[in-house]
């Protein structure tokens, strides 16, 4: 059924009239669930999940630069992530290397740029350095905005924003009358993005979890029983086709 739409016609990069673009979102955000649950089901470490996990994220960027979305943001760690046992933690800031090291040059041929949300400066010096030598490498393609979430938590990065603007407004940087909203989010990791169009979150649950609280406000939220190990290219052009049902109204009629 998918298959007869214009959307779907082309497998690789498609005209802007071909991929119904005008219909495509702009940003899409993943919550990317369930690695845990998936390694677990088949009597397997959690690490194994998050090492498949990793690969379905090289599947999912294809589709995103194949429809022209401009931004992709995955939530890799989040500033929860920390109360997990040592060895996972270790583990999962091992792999925005590993997938780098795999990764980066295929990223480069698709003109992918990388970018991070989230604090990375108390993250270890191995997951730094890849990613800021990720950012540098790819720092002119023009293509798709890879934004990994990686240390990212929604009420740090609004505390942080509020210091930042008590500390401007201190210094008369700034005058306390021109705070608006638009100003605010000049203050935020996501500065000059535009909001997240679409939402994804896998394995069945239902939250933000601190994910983009102050952008996600008129978000369409995509849900999937499918743990991420599971996901799909397939999946994710069925979710990119569920959101151009949708009717976006902003409060409005
Ligand atoms: C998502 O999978 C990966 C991260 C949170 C880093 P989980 O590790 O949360 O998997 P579940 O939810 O326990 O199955
Ligand atoms: C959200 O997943 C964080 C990431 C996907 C990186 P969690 O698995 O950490 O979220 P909760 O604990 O189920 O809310
Ligand atoms: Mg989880």
Redo the contacts with the bound molecule.
């Keep these: 059924m998918l298959m007869k739409l214009p959307f779907f016609k082309k497998k690789n990069s498609e005209t802007k009239e071909e991929s119904g673009l005008d219909m495509t979102p702009k940003h899409v955000a993943i919550i990317?669930?369930?690695?845990?649950?998936?390694a677990?089901n088949r009597g397997l470490p959690?690490i194994a999940?998050?090492k498949e996990?990793m690969d379905v994220v090289s599947d999912v960027v294809k589709v995103a630069v194949s429809f022209h979305i401009e931004i992709l943001t995955l939530y890799?760690?989040?500033t929860e992530?920390w109360k997990r046992p040592d060895t996972e933690v270790d583990y999962?800031l091992r792999l925005p290397k590993e997938f780098l090291h795999i990764y980066l040059p295929e990223l480069m041929e698709n003109n992918v740029r990388i970018e991070t949300i989230g604090d990375l400066e108390v993250l270890p010096e191995h997951t730094k350095e890849a990613v800021y030598y990720a950012k540098e490498k790819t720092k002119n393609n023009d293509g798709l905005l890879l934004n990994f979430a990686l240390n990212y938590g929604s009420r740090f990065e609004i505390m942080e924003a509020i210091r930042q603007i008590v500390t401007d407004i201190d210094t008369a940087k700034m005058d306390l009358d021109s705070l608006d909203e638009k100003t605010f989010t000049k203050y935020l990791y996501t500065k000059g993005q535009p909001d997240p169009d679409l939402l994804i979150r896998t394995?069945g649950?239902q939250r933000l979890s601190n994910f983009l609280l102050w952008q996600a406000a008129y978000s369409e939220f995509w849900f999937t029983d499918v743990?991420?190990p599971d996901f799909s290219a397939e999946i994710f052009k069925e979710a990119l086709h569920d959101y151009q049902q949708r009717k976006r109204r902003y409060g409005g009629v």
């Excluded at 990317?32 to 998936?38: H, L």
Aim: proline content about 0%; overall charge positive; cysteine-free.
């Design positions: 990317m669930d369930g690695n845990g649950r998936w677990k959690r999940g998050h996990g890799a760690f989040s992530n999962l394995s649950e743990l991420w």
